[in-house]
């Protein structure tokens, strides 16, 4: 059931209980087995707890903003085969700044309608204990892409602010980008492999889908690439 004519990138974390990181505080994945066909029921069929920023995930303004657009407001135009900018900084270390100075070489792309995907190849470390020392973007930084118009920002981490619990929760790109009523996606899976699979940069698209969970602050998200025919 595939189309040869496409290959399709997953930029999604698959959901294993057991082993989905989730941020303090956030509901544990699982997923139980309700109705069993192995046992006589007409169907298999799981009962699943997830919360709204499990897995590869979208944040919706709502999120952080009282009055915020929530998720089953959120224009789907931005989500859906949208151009996409893959920006390469995994060349970053643990708790290093993604700088303005970083993102220079593709501001020329930069604009409404245009998903910008910061590429810092932790995604590997789902699951183990550094996985939360990951680099982040400057607050600053977002803002100027923000007023340029970018509305979707997305990383292979699990925010595009730093988390240190030393000093404490930081929101900056967070408070900028939902702000002005965009969207971040958290926890997306191998950017790298867009990189490494030869696809023309300029061409990229993605979708990031969110459900349409009615008057809620995030969801999760199945993110794809693909390299759109000009
Ligand atoms: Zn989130």
Redo the contacts with the bound molecule.
């Keep these: 059931m595939s189309n040869p004519k496409m290959k399709i990138i997953d930029l999604t974390h698959p959901l294993v209980p057991s082993n989905v990181f989730s941020c303090p505080g956030h509901p544990a994945y699982t997923a139980d087995r309700t109705m069993n066909l192995a046992k006589g029921d007409l169907a298999n069929v799981h009962t699943l707890t997830i919360g709204t ?1 499990t897995g590869t ?1 979208i ?1 919706a303004p709502y ?1 952080f903003f009282e009055n915020g657009i929530k998720v089953d407001e959120l224009d789907l135009s931005l989500l859906t085969a949208a151009p996409a900018i893959l920006v390469d900084v995994r060349s970053k270390r643990a708790h290093e700044v993604i700088t303005w100075e970083d993102l220079a070489p593709y501001v020329g792309r930069m604009k409404s309608g245009v998903a910008v995907l910061l590429c810092t190849g932790w995604s590997k470390y789902w699951g183990q204990s550094n996985y939360t020392d990951h680099p982040y973007l400057d607050g600053e930084a977002s803002k100027k892409m923000v007023d340029l118009g970018v509305k979707v920002v997305g990383i292979d981490a699990m925010s595009p602010d730093e988390v240190d619990p030393k000093k404490g929760a930081c929101i900056d790109v967070h408070n900028v980008v939902l702000g002005n009523g965009g969207v ?1 996606v ?1 926890n997306l899976n191998r950017l790298e492999e867009i990189i490494e699979s030869g696809i023309q940069l300029e061409d990229l698209v993605v979708s990031l889908l969110p459900l349409r969970l009615t008057s809620l602050d ?1 969801s999760p998200v199945r993110a794809v690439a693909w390299e759109s025919s000009r």
């Design positions: 920023h995930h944040d999120h971040i958290e995030g």
